[in-house]
Nanobody, 118 residues
Framework: VVLKESGGGLVQSGGSLRLSCLASGFAVGNNFMSWYRQAPGKEREMVAS???????VVAEPVKGRFSISRDNTKNMIQLQMNDLNFEDTAVYFC?????????????WGPGTQVTVSS
């Protein structure tokens, strides 16, 4: 299982970015997929998730501004981020998990930096 994020960068407050997470070694349509972020000095927090049944959850701080989607043909998920503000500055990680032999295995991408300038 390999996850690789892309699309991060520097953006002005109020701007938009779209992050992509390309997966290999499994089908994203069969797994619970999430985006997390970690700002300096803060704990990693879940931003949005999409289940294999396409149930979507978006965290309150970003609700109405961020959306998660999945492209099974490209085996990737994306995070559309609109109306970005300084508090959205963080490293964004793609995450998935799977159960095997009764054990939960978690997989993370290396992350992509998003910096929002005021």
């Amino acid at each position: 299982v390999v996850l690789k994020e892309s699309g991060g960068g520097l953006v002005q407050s109020g701007g938009s970015l779209r992050l992509s997470c390309l997966a290999s070694g499994f089908a994203v349509g069969n797994n619970f997929m999430s985006w997390y972020r970690q700002a300096p000095g803060k704990e990693r927090e879940m931003v949005a998730s999409i289940s294999s049944a396409s149930t979507i959850v978006v965290a309150e701080p970003v609700k109405g501004r961020f959306s998660i989607s999945r492209d099974n043909t490209k085996n990737m998920i994306q995070l559309q981020m609109n109306d970005l503000n300084f508090e959205d500055t963080a490293v964004y990680f793609c995450h998935t998990e799977s159960w095997k032999w009764g054990q939960l295995n978690e997989y993370w991408g290396p992350g992509t930096q998003v910096t929002v300038s005021s």
